[in-house]
Antibody
Framework: EVQLVESGGGLVQPGGSLRLSCAAS????????MNWVRQAPGKGLEWVSY????????YYADSVKGRFTISRDNAKNSLYLQMNSLRAEDTAIYYC??????????WGQGTLVTVSS | DIVMTQTPLSSPVTLGQPASISCRSS???????????LSWLQQRPGQPPRLLIY???NRFSGVPDRFSGSGAGTDFTLKISRVEAEDVGIYFC?????????FGQGTRLEIK
């Protein structure tokens, strides 16, 4: 079964850091592009970042550029999101999603990040 | 950035009746490779998003055939031929033709 499981969320103070992980199973992780998408409480979806299958191509949303870093370890079947200088507006559920030919499936269950003092 | 605008934002529907959601993009979603990367996602209460339709009209594996997508260029539609109770949730259109990837605001489907 294809599965994505996020972890690493929690409560952090403004200006703090957090590292999210996404563990992939049931498919050959190194073949697929990956994305992070977030959803603030009660709000819509916001794309955060993309990484190619090899990790050689990366894109970020302007709202996180310079603060967040996406990476992957194909040997460990894992995707990461290092989040620094966190702000209240970064509070959201963070989903990882597998991409193939610009189609997002599946999505993980998400991990909640709360930025608050 | 490409802005995706959905209408309506809320849609009360009677069970067994059809429903339709519109999505309009601020610019053409036709990619240089000739494909149009417009998808529809369903998010049931308390669940992550789930892919329903990709490249305008292709129903994803396991998606009931009461769901259909259509459109071209900048105007797209998701239709549910006969709404069932399990269809309650929020529906998002999404474009992946150009970075940044963007989503519509979401349409809440509820049962009357």
């Amino acid at each position: 079964e294809v599965q994505l499981v996020e972890s690493g969320g929690g409560l952090v103070q403004p200006g703090g850091s957090l590292r999210l992980s996404c563990a992939a199973s049931g498919f050959t992780f190194s073949f697929y592009e990956m994305n992070w998408v977030r959803q603030a409480p009660g709000k819509g979806l916001e794309w955060v970042s993309y990484i190619s299958s090899s990790g050689g191509t990366i894109y970020y949303a302007d709202s996180v550029k310079g603060r967040f870093t996406i990476s992957r370890d194909n040997a460990k079947n894992s995707l990461y999101l290092q989040m620094n200088s966190l702000r209240a507006e970064d509070t959201a559920i963070y989903y990882c999603a597998r991409e193939h030919s610009k189609v997002f499936d599946p999505w993980g269950q998400g991990t909640l990040v709360t930025v608050s003092s | 950035d490409i802005v995706m605008t959905q209408t309506p934002l809320s849609s009360p529907v009677t069970l067994g009746q059809p429903a339709s959601i519109s999505c309009r993009s601020s610019q053409s979603l036709v990619h240089s490779d000739g494909n149009t990367y417009l998808s529809w996602l369903q998010q049931r209460p308390g669940q992550p998003p789930r892919l329903l339709i990709y490249k305008i009209s292709n129903r994803f594996s396991g998606v009931p055939d009461r769901f259909s997508g259509s459109g071209a260029g900048t105007d797209f539609t998701l239709k549910i031929s006969r709404v069932e109770a399990e269809d309650v949730g929020i529906y998002f259109c999404m474009q992946a033709t150009q970075f940044p990837i963007t989503f519509g605001q979401g349409t809440r489907l509820e049962i009357k």
